[in-house]
């Protein structure tokens, strides 16, 4: 089944098979969705499984990342065409004092490929240039990630500042990154995203 290659292919990180496979299943009459959810996603949450068992490493899934971004650029104008309306829209950025973007693309892509519309700031992103994102784009998530300790703790910045411009309690905060944790998440009103996998279930949940 050409579906179950995708998936294998992507876990492999093989790129350029990826999108030969993408574009198999079309001529095969496979739907958008149905390549997105039974083939780059079911691919890429066997990766997120795998890494969290370490049974996977940063590297393997950088590409398998990239494999499924060569997917979605095959079948994305299917979803188009389609009734695959964006299921809303996700705020991105590292914090301020990070310029680690790894952890926060990987979310994207996999935010991107569930079917939302991401808005990426990109890293060592201030404050006030998340709030002043916040009030243009409207997102229903904003993601935030930290890879240090010290710049972690801008994190609570953010949402300082989120209230004080009075646009917190129309978003949900979800905080990811090496050294945030669950309690450190809660202690400032986001949410805990161990992984890429679960930044989606959140979404999921959220919207």
Known sequence: M?????????????VKKVKELAQQAIDEGCTGKQILTEGLLAGMNEVGVLFQEGE????????????????????????????????????LATVEGDLHDIGIKLVGMMLAGAGYEIVHLGVDVSADKIVEAVKEHQPKIVGLAA?????????????????????????????????????????????????????????NQFC
Request: net charge negative.
């Open 2 to 14: 050409v579906l179950k290659k995708i998936a294998q292919s992507l876990l492999d990180g093989q």
């Open 56 to 91: 996977l490493f940063v590297p393997e899934v950088l590409m398998a990342a990239k494999a499924m971004h060569a997917g979605m650029e095959v079948i994305s104008p299917l979803l188009k065409e389609g009734d695959n309306e964006s299921k809303g829209k996700i705020l």
């Open 147 to 203: 890879l240090l300790t010290t710049s972690m703790m801008n994190m609570k910045d953010v949402v300082a500042a989120l209230k004080e411009a009075e646009v917190f309690d129309q978003v949900k905060i979800i905080a990811g990154g090496a050294p945030v944790t669950d309690r450190f998440a809660e202690e400032i009103g986001a949410y805990y995203a161990a992984d890429a996998v679960y930044a989606v279930e959140l979404a």
